[in-house]
Each structure stands twice: as C-alpha cells, then as structure tokens.
C-alpha cells in the first residue's frame, strides 16, 4: 500500500480545511486538486495546503490526476456533484447527510454500483477506532444488557435567516445538519431499530432549531436531541444492567480525546482508549484509501445499506417535526439534475399484449415497497432507464400510497405514454362489480391519470356470475378507463368461463393471469385467497391457451437466498416471522431439493441462487412477466441482469424436478 492516493477537494469551506490539514498527516493520501465557486478562493486554499486550483468543479472531476474527490459542498448540492463525480469515475467521500432524503441516497449508491465507483458518506467519527472500541465493549457485555440509550449535539448559533444552518431553501436546521450524528451513534453501537417517533421546535424559517426523537429497541429506547440555538451536551451515553458507558465529545474524537469511560454499579471506573494518533479526518481518508486500495466499492464501516437507512430514519425524523424541502417534491428532472431517458443504462426484453399499443417489459416493478415520492422516484428512474416499462400497484396497497407516489413520479417526469400501469383492485372484503368501479375511480385519481393500461380484478369471488364481472370490466374499457384486463388468483376454469362469455358478446376476455409462479411451488398461501400457476394443470393451461403470466413472488420471497443461517437485528426479539413463513409455504422436500440444484447450477454459472430463481421463471413456454419488488437500486440492477441469462430446456426442467 505504498501508494498515495491523489484527491480532489470540491469546495473550500471549513470542513474541506479541516479535512486538506488533517489529509497531510494520512497514510495513503496526498492533495492533488481543489475548487471553489470562486475560483480565487481555490487559489488561496491550495497556497495554504497544497495542490493546483481549478477554474471549477466540472474542471477537477475531468482531470486524469486525481483518484478520489471530497466533496465539501453545502447539502444542497451534495446530490448532483456527487452523480458527476461518480459518472466521472471518481472514488467519492461525500461530506453527510449524503442525500437531502432517501430517494437522493438511493439515486447515488445506484450511480456508484452502475460505475463500480466506491462511494462513502463522510460520517467520519463512525471510521474512528474509539467507536469500534465502543461497540466491541458493548458486544463483550461490559455494562451487561442494554437498558438504554441517550445521545446529544448542540450549540447556540445566532438566528440569521440567510445562513444555510436557517436557510430551508439550503435545507438548513439541525435533524440533517447534526442530529444525524446521534442518530447514526445508536444505530452503530445497537443496530437498526422497529421505529421512530419525534418532534421539532421551528425556527421562523421553517427549520428545525431544536429536534428530539426516540428510537424503538423493544425493551428500551434510544433518546436524540439536536440543536443548532442552544447549547446542548456532546455525548452518547449508553445505560446497562451492570454499568454505564459515556463518550464525551464522541464526534470529535482524535489523539488527544479517544476514552470511552465504564462506570459500574458500585461505582468503579474503567478507561479505555484507542491509541490512534492521526486525526479524525486523516483517520476517515486513510479508510477511503484503503478501501479503494484493496479494490474495494463498499465501506465496512459506512456500508450503503447503513447510509440507505439512516436517510430512511433522518425523513422519518423530519416528517415527525414538519421540516420540508423542496427536495421532497418532483421535477421534470432526475436526481442527476437530468430527465430520465428510456433505456439509457441498458435494454429490457419485453412482451406485446393483445389490446394494448405499448411494450411490456418482462420485468414488472412493484411499488407496495415505497413510501414516499423520493424513494418512488429512485427505483422507478433506475427502472425507467435500464428498459423497464411497466409498474404494478393496486388500490390496497400501502393504504393508496403506492398509487399515490407511482402516479407523483409519472406526472413530474412526464411518462405517462411512456410507461405501462397495471392496477388492481376488487380485494376482499370489497370484492363486487360496483366495489371495483369506485375502487377504480379512486386509483386513477391517486394516480393522476385517465385509465389503466392494465387492470386485474385481485381476488375472484365465486359468488358473482361470470356475465356479471365481464360486463363490468367492457363497460370500463367503454369509458376508456381501461385498456386490458386480467385476473390476479383467479382459476384457470373461471378464466375459460369469461373468456367464453367474452367471445359470445363479441367482446375481449382475461388478456393475462397474475397468479403466483416460481421455481419453488407454494404450498400453502402466503395470504388467503392466493392462487398458484405452478400446478401441472395450470402450466398446461397456460401453454394451450397462450394467456401471460405475470406471477407475483417470481422469486419465492427470498427462498433462494441464504436465509437460514442470516443474523438477526438488534431490534428484533423472539420469532422470526421471515422464517416462519419460509417453512410455512415454501418449506417443502421438493422445494429445497429445488434451491440445492438452483444454488448448484449457479455456482456453475458464476452468478447466483436468485438469478437462475427468476431466470428460470423468464424461460417458460408460455408469455411471462415477472413482477419483482426491490428496494434498492443495487437489488434492482440484480434483477435486470437475470434477464439475460440463458437457460436451456433440459435445465429447467432439470431444476424443477422434471428430470
């Protein structure tokens, strides 16, 4: 590791002179470029701490010299410089909150994945050895079991309504500025908790000047408090059944303050320390060097799942106590100040049906997972720009807020005629014609939109004669509302019978089913009502009749991954219902001799149990559609490439069993 990894600084406030300080006593770093809005200020930073300036951003991130960029920028403008330095192909140590929300942070760790560029969020306290000597005290059972929790960070600034601390235009206030130090603290030395509840005291500008929020571990919880008016104490401090652990001044640990102090029961005193003898940031640029140094696109101690949920909590936070930005509203544009262009990052196999003019692609987002148009917009703009064309939502889901933040994604972006809807609705209890048209009229008001490209009826209920769901559904496609319909756990017989029905009217019948179907067979339903295609007799029925699949859990509900031996969260206490559910309906002799010769042909294939999982899904012979439910981009990107892989007939029928 000899060496030097050569960084760029983007910006010249006083975190960047703290970091260019620090980075000459690193091991593995030197200073090679630095910018500024202004570009006399990039001069005088440089004359102060080396390296050449740039006429501007854009300039430092084309120049060959440099391997890695800080980006020291207000929060406002951490997004998109970190998307151009990540297209630019440049490691990036991005100064925290890493995005104004999570749909933000997922853009980025979607970006950096899609360019195997390491990115890390600049939580430079966490990279310090004092923190891991903290969580290694704690995992010991130094202070026994953990009883509770508190962390703080405050200090009195003047109100100055300009400033970017007050400055909601600059998303200023304190829960992103330094409540995500407490935040990350608990979640570091404990795990990720059940919930959040909190509140806000705002400022006149409509930031918070003083938040608190507590954090659900079960038995105990975990207090924050920030503020940027007031004075508060910097600490965390950690209660247990045997003892107390304190770290003061936990987010500006260095040579001179690394204790973290036991305190027992009786009153014994116990002092440990780290002997680290860089400072903090050289501490936190060393770990970036390291990383990139080993070949690796990941921090171990910043990992991307770790920033992903800390955004999540951090908007959980300002949702609490009423803090917005304009940040957490749509544009035309993308998180890369760009609009989204169709199939920009690759191609996506796709499937015509009959009765409706636009492609549909062989994966099907689902949109139950998000919970805000931020994250919506995300995961459908990756999706939208690797070829995806088609989202399912339904009016059950999240209580409307799937359709609601799907339907805020396509009228900002403008991709109403670029993309396919496939909504449901008629769930039980409400399972009738006339429940299905109210439920319909509600879903494209939640969606801003006139129809449906398609719409299935949820649930079947056998007590409605056939004549009677069918002439409801032409009677929409007569309004226009609809363009094709189908059935998500309906049989194959009651599908014949308004198919029948359909062509002696001289109308159109069920264009698609979207039932379960994956390598691993249900055995028992993961919800009353649901209906597999994996039967013999329905796979038959669907090649004679040639009507598409689209099955929900394409992929078993994660049956194919490792789930058996996975480790449990902090937060989670008794059962696993995760793992109840496996055994419950996919827990089958059949099925795991299922997944022993998926995880086999994939270590033939150099991929992974899950791809051959939904390739083998994508490969039958009759029109499927996948409907796929990730939640990061990375999951998403992990899908996709499953579609381009080959599966000859003699292995699939080899993987289920077949022969």
Request: glycine letters at 8%.
């Amino acid at each position: 590791m000899d060496r030097k990894i050569r960084w760029g600084i983007l910006a010249t406030g006083s975190i960047a002179n703290t970091f260019a300080r620090d980075l000459k006593r690193s091991h593995h770093g030197t200073l090679a470029g630095v910018a500024s809005r202004t570009p006399g200020q990039a001069q005088e930073f440089c004359d102060m701490h080396g390296g050449t300036a740039c006429e501007d951003y854009a300039a430092l991130l084309a120049r060959d010299d440099i391997d890695a960029v800080y980006i020291a920028t207000p929060h406002d403008a951490h997004v998109i410089w970190a998307h151009r330095a990540l297209e630019a192909g440049k490691a990036t140590l991005c100064e925290k909150p890493l995005g104004l929300n999570q749909g933000e942070v997922l853009s980025l760790y979607g970006a950096a994945a899609r360019n195997g560029v390491l990115l890390v969020e600049a939580l430079m306290y966490v990279m310090h050895p004092r923190m891991h000597l903290a969580r290694k005290l704690l995992d010991d059972g130094e202070i026994g079991t953990v009883t509770g929790f508190s962390s703080s960070f405050g200090f009195a600034f003047p109100f100055t309504p300009e400033h970017r601390l007050y400055n909601r235009d600059r998303a200023g206030g304190g829960i992103l500025d330094i409540g995500i130090y407490p935040l990350t603290a608990a979640r570091f030395l404990l795990g990720e908790p059940a919930s959040l509840t909190g509140e806000a005291r705002l400022a006149a500008t409509k930031v918070d000047a003083e938040a608190r929020a507590q954090l659900d571990y079960g038995g105990f919880s975990a207090d924050l408090h920030c503020a940027i008016d007031i004075e508060i104490p910097w600490q965390i401090c950690v209660t247990g059944s045997k003892g107390t652990m304190t770290i003061d001044l936990p987010w500006h640990s260095g040579p001179d303050n690394q204790a973290v102090i036991i305190t027992l029961e009786d009153g014994t005193q116990r002092i440990y320390e780290s002997d680290e003898t860089r400072p903090l940031y050289a501490v936190e640029a060393d770990h970036v060097a390291e990383c990139m140094l080993r070949g690796e696109v990941a921090s171990e101690f910043v990992s991307p799942d770790f920033s992903i949920n800390t955004a999540y909590w951090l908007d959980r936070w300002r949702e609490a106590g009423g803090v917005t930005y304009a940040a957490d509203k749509l544009d035309i544009n993308g998180f890369d100040a760009r609009p989204p262009q169709a199939g920009r990052y690759g191609a996506m196999p796709v499937l015509q049906l009959n009765g409706l003019d636009k492609p549909v692609s062989r994966l099907v987002l689902g949109t139950d997972n998000q919970i805000d148009a931020a994250t919506m917009a995300a995961m459908a703009d990756a999706f939208f720009e690797q070829g995806g064309t088609c989202f399912d939502t339904a009016h059950i889901y999240s209580g409307g807020m799937s359709e609601k933040v799907l339907g805020a994604w396509i009228k900002a972006r403008g991709l109403r005629e670029n993309v396919v809807i496939l909504g449901k609705g008629a769930h039980p209890p409400d399972c009738t014609p006339d429940a299905m048209a109210r439920q319909l009229e509600e879903s494209l008001d939640r969606l801003q939109t006139d129809y449906l490209d398609i719409y299935c009826l949820h649930r079947d209920n056998p007590d409605i004669p056939i004549a009677e769901w069918v002439d409801a559904l032409h009677a929409e496609m007569d309004k226009g509302r609809i363009r094709v319909f189908g059935g998500s756990n309906w049989t194959a017989a009651r599908i014949d019978a308004a198919n029948e029905y359909a062509q002696s009217k001289g109308g159109s019948g069920f264009s698609l089913v979207s039932n379960n179907f994956s390598l691993a067979r249900m055995e028992k339903p993961v919800w009353d009502g649901c209906l597999a295609s994996s039967t013999d007799d329905f796979r038959d029925w669907h090649m004679r009749t040639g009507i598409a699949l689209f099955p929900w859990s394409a992929q078993a509900r994660g049956f194919f991954l490792d789930w058996e031996n996975r480790p449990l969260s902090a937060a989670r206490h008794g059962a696993d219902p995760t793992l109840d559910e496996m055994h419950r309906v996919w827990g089958s002799p059949e099925n795991f001799e299922r997944r022993t010769r998926a995880i086999e042909l994939a270590r033939r294939k150099n991929i992974s149990a899950l791809h051959i999982a939904l390739a083998y899904v994508l490969h039958q012979p009759f029109p499927t559609a996948a409907l796929i439910g990730p939640r990061t981009p990375m999951q998403l990107a992990d899908s996709v490439a499953a579609c381009n892989i080959e599966l000859s007939d003699d292995e699939v029928n080899w993987l289920d069993l077949r022969s």
